[in-house]
């Protein structure tokens, strides 16, 4: 997803109304989420599906890194070698 243009991907509501499909559709084929206004502040924000999904994919993967390192600085983490140790063991290769 590419960031937001100021000068190309912010529109009222009104003008998104009267061509809301053709700024779906540029939407889609360009990527780029489009800020909508309403009485003259953002209201909205439209993204693709696709765009969307990988986000909250980026922002799941950064929360589960974040709350591995805090674990880790908690003293909650295994060694390397523990679990590769214990993963041999399982599968009968020790």
Known sequence: MKRVQLDKDIQPLSEF???A?????KIKTEH??????QHGKSSAVLLDVGDYEQMIDTIELLQEINQARQEIEDGKGTEHEEVMSSLKERLGKA
């Open 32 to 37: 780029r989420p489009l800020v909508i206004t």
């Open 21 to 25: 499909a053709s700024m779906i559709e």
């Open 17 to 19: 109304r009267a061509n």
